[in-house]
């Protein structure tokens, strides 16, 4: 059976080329902003996005752990007895 403690080994350590491609882009974004607006403001929503993101991928994460384990149990179960006509 699978230890769900070794879960963490399957996840990537670094993130993917997608990710890194598209937080170069945003940063770019950031850097056309940050003249027009104030540093105080910009750093309080990236802190509340930050905040956001870590929220959705934790609920993320526990919704496909909930799937994976409906999946197993509905797996694991025999299957139903039809009687013959």
Partial sequence: MFDLSELENLLPDE?????????????DY????????????????????????EIDAREMFLSGLYLGANLILALSQPPARIPRP
């Fill in 15 to 27: 993130p993917s080329p997608e990710y890194n491609e598209q937080l170069s882009k945003i940063n």
């Fill in 30 to 53: 950031l850097v056309q902003i940050k003249p027009e607006v104030p540093a105080g403001i910009l750093e309080r929503l990236s802190t509340e996005y930050i905040r956001l993101n």
